[in-house]
């Protein structure tokens, strides 16, 4: 049967539509949850802009600082554990996934600290900077208040990585759905009706994820059967058996997570700062006011759009893990091969929404004819840097659920920074082409990025890969092999043992 696979080269229609299914499975959900998130934020800014342009502007700046000191920094470390995990999954290694999300919950705690110090001093910092003192305070106000958040991450992003990883992420997908419900109706209340202002929304921030947590602890106590022992689908509430561990000393297996856990941190936050010094840039040009409020636009917009791109990543990473784990090299690389294919498909969606669309979708956000312009300009540039970022959004999931984080730490940072940078800069100062010319600095770093990461998938081993899994996930992938080969060798006597029954 092994040799079988390994022989084949080309995938069938068949293993490809049942490869499609399974992404679609995992993806689905992802995307709901992604587009919930966006929903939040868009709930979050529509609200402080009813409470007046003093709030609005002072939580603007607040969003913006905590999304790059906080948010970016914690999903990107919570990341590290999902090559462990997918692999885990793949390999039967239950033990060590259990672990693995316990040890992240704790890294992802000890984190937060750091963060929490910084955001408690953001209205000085922002003093020391010039900002205006009326909207460093209220900058100020919204980061204390959103300081249980913190805690509220450390906890969701592991458990999402748990539940995708494990191929369920229906019932986070749910608990999300019904947890913005409640962010409808709180923050508007919190915020106008008792008169909290920002306060009030950075309270029915943290207090709608700690409805998801509570919702999903729910559901694990009324699905788990206490009468049987832990299994594939169930959560690790419960202590587990002693994990197999390429390495006995704990110490080991911490570094073994860091060094997982750090470039994934870089890559995200290397690639999500930019669009944050793209806004920076924009505040430079001739017309800032209007250079800064298509940003805005194009952010948002950009944003919406990769809610599709990241659920194609996250499902991606887990099938490449789940199979590595396995030890099923050939079937790691059809998960690769299908959901780069999604990804082009998905990215020329994008380019024909921001090339047909661009009237009516700018439109949406403003009806100042200049904004408007610079917008419709600017549109059809981001649905190119879409042909690109999809697919390198993709390749970077094959990358994780390789655990081979790294490359995608280094391909972002050249990419981004040593391509995008300086294109960016001169067209948009030196050739006089404005925010257009940070766009097209933008598109320059997605194609290299895109190229890069291509080309490396391209030239993957996946045999090679296969057996840097059983390494990192220990003796799981082969106990998984072993029982496979018993399996195939039980069948074969089987029938062996019928023919001699059947001759007379």
């Not at 257009?436 to 291509?454: E, M, P, R, W």
Request: one cysteine or more.
């Amino acid at each position: 049967m092994v040799a079988g696979d390994q022989i084949q080269k080309y995938p069938t229609m068949a293993e490809i539509l049942e490869e499609l299914k399974r992404m679609k499975d995992i993806g689905f959900p992802v995307a709901a949850i992604n587009l919930v998130g966006c929903l939040k934020g868009v709930v979050s800014v529509v609200v402080m802009g009813r409470l007046g342009r003093l709030e609005l502007a002072g939580g603007a700046l607040a969003i913006g600082f905590t999304n790059i000191t906080g948010y970016s920094v914690l999903s990107g470390l919570a990341l590290g554990m999902e090559p462990v995990c997918s692999q885990g999954f793949g390999s039967r290694n239950l033990p060590l996934v259990t672990l693995t999300l316990r040890r992240t919950i704790v890294m992802l705690l000890c984190a937060s600290i750091p963060i929490a110090l910084l955001w408690i001093n953001l209205q000085p910092i922002m003093q020391r900077l010039h900002h205006r003192p009326d909207i460093a305070h209220v900058a100020g106000l919204y980061c204390l208040f959103a300081l249980p958040d913190l805690v509220a991450n450390s906890l969701l992003h592991p458990w999402r990585i748990y539940l995708r990883c494990n191929g369920t992420p229906e019932p986070l997908m749910w608990c999300t759905l019904l947890s913005l419900l409640v962010h409808l109706l709180l923050t508007p209340f919190l915020a106008i009706t008792l008169h909290l202002g920002v306060a009030g929304v950075s309270i029915a921030s943290f207090c709608t994820n700690f409805c998801t947590l509570l919702l999903l602890l729910c559901y694990m106590l009324c699905t788990r059967d206490t009468n049987k022992p832990l299994s594939m689908s169930q959560p690790p509430l419960l202590p587990t058996p002693k994990p197999h561990f390429p390495s006995t000393r704990t110490g080991e297996e911490w570094i073994m997570l860091i060094r997982l856990a750090f470039p994934s941190s870089v890559a995200v936050c290397l690639e999500w700062w930019w669009y944050e010094f793209m806004t920076l840039l924009a505040g430079y040009l001739s017309d800032p006011h209007v250079a800064l409020a298509t940003s805005a636009i194009v952010i948002q917009t950009t944003s919406l759009m990769y809610t599709l791109p990241m659920a194609l990543s996250a499902s991606v990473s887990t099938r490449v893990g789940n199979e590595l784990g396995a030890g099923r090299p050939n079937n790691a690389r059809l998960a690769t091969l299908v959901a780069m294919l999604l990804a082009f498909l998905v990215s020329v969606v994008g380019l024909l929404w921001t090339v047909l669309g661009k009237g009516p979708w700018g439109r949406v956000f403003t009806q100042d004819s200049d904004v408007l312009n610079l917008t419709m300009a600017a549109l059809p540039i981001i649905g190119l840097c879409e042909l690109a970022n999809c697919p390198q959004t993709t390749g970077c999931g094959v990358l994780r659920g390789s655990a081979r984080p790294s490359i995608s730490a280094a391909i972002n940072l050249y990419s981004f920074y040593f391509v995008g940078t300086p294109v960016a800069i001169v067209l948009a100062f030196v050739f006089k082409l404005g925010f257009v010319g940070l766009c097209y600095g933008l598109l320059t770093a997605q194609i290299a990025c895109a190229i890069s990461i291509v080309t490396v998938i391209c030239k993957t081993n996946w045999d090679k890969e296969s057996l840097r899994a059983k390494e990192l996930v220990g003796r799981g992938a082969c106990i998984h092999q072993e029982e496979e080969d018993q399996t195939v060798k039980s069948g074969e006597e089987a029938e062996f043992l019928k023919v001699v029954a059947i001759e007379p």
